[in-house]
């Protein structure tokens, strides 16, 4: 059995949904990809059996990760959802003693 790789992809430019759903693609079958920080980085941890993605292949991913994001913004705009509206919660108040 072949020794797993894992690597950081720094998270700019790149939705969670796509590199989640196209990984496989590039790196194999067994290719898996989380969120993941790296000395006050956001991005994610690639571990795989497979080759490392290629800089053309992270250009990919942004782009289709900007494709994303533009689609699932129409689709809000669509249904008059506001993203960013505050959501009342059910919250207790402190008793003090």
Not at 14 to 26: L, W
Not at 30 to 48: C, E, K, M, N, S
Not at 56 to 85: C, G, T, W
């Given at each position: 059995?072949?020794?797993?790789?894992?690597?950081?992809v720094p998270g700019f430019g790149i939705s969670r949904a796509v590199i989640q759903?196209?990984?496989?693609?590039?790196?194999?079958?067994?290719?898996?990809?989380?969120?993941?920080?790296?000395?006050?980085?956001?991005?994610?941890?690639?571990?795989?059996?497979?080759?490392?993605?290629?800089?053309?292949?992270?250009?990919?991913?942004?782009?289709?990760?900007?494709?994303?994001?533009?689609?699932?913004?129409?689709?809000?705009?669509?249904?008059?959802?506001?993203?960013?509206?505050?959501?009342?919660?059910?919250?207790?108040?402190?008793?003090?003693?």
């Amino acid at each position: 059995m072949a020794a797993s790789n894992s690597y950081f992809v720094p998270g700019f430019g790149i939705s969670r949904a796509v590199i989640q759903n196209e990984i496989r693609y590039h790196c194999g079958p067994d290719a898996i990809v989380r969120p993941y920080t790296f000395q006050g980085r956001d991005g994610f941890l690639v571990t795989t059996v497979g080759p490392s993605l290629t800089k053309a292949q992270i250009d990919d991913l942004k782009l289709s990760s900007r494709e994303y994001e533009e689609k699932q913004s129409r689709i809000a705009d669509e249904s008059n959802v506001f993203v960013n509206a505050p959501i009342a919660m059910n919250q207790r108040l402190r008793r003090s003693q």
